[in-house]
């Protein structure tokens, strides 16, 4: 899409999935490897009890045709190969693009 978008990310989406007569919740790929542009938005970091809570939020930029709903898990790759393990927010929708909220969750 964007000559900026240099990162890329992955969704998955909990669905039903039936397999011959047996339906179970899985994991399923919805988009691969979609060119994206991962930015940090906010950080707070606390100490309780000797552990380093850190929670931060962070911002996707894709194009509007990526397959990207609330709650998906999502891996960001990052242009120099760090990978990252997110969940999807609240989705704003712009003419050429989307923003999704991105959270992430770490514990040092």
Known sequence: MSVFWLDK???YRTEDVTEGFITSQQEVK???DAPC???MSSKKVSVTSG???IQSEQVLFCA???DVHEGDRLVI???NGNIIDATAGEIFPYS???QV???RDDTL
Request: hydrophobic share 25%.
């Open 77 to 79: 790759t990052q242009r």
């Open 101 to 103: 909220a991105v959270k």
């Open 64 to 66: 509007l045709n990526t």
């Open 9 to 11: 990310v992955t969704s």
């Open 30 to 32: 919805k988009a691969d």
């Open 37 to 39: 542009h991962y930015s």
């Open 51 to 53: 552990t380093t809570t």
């Open 96 to 98: 050429n693009k989307m």
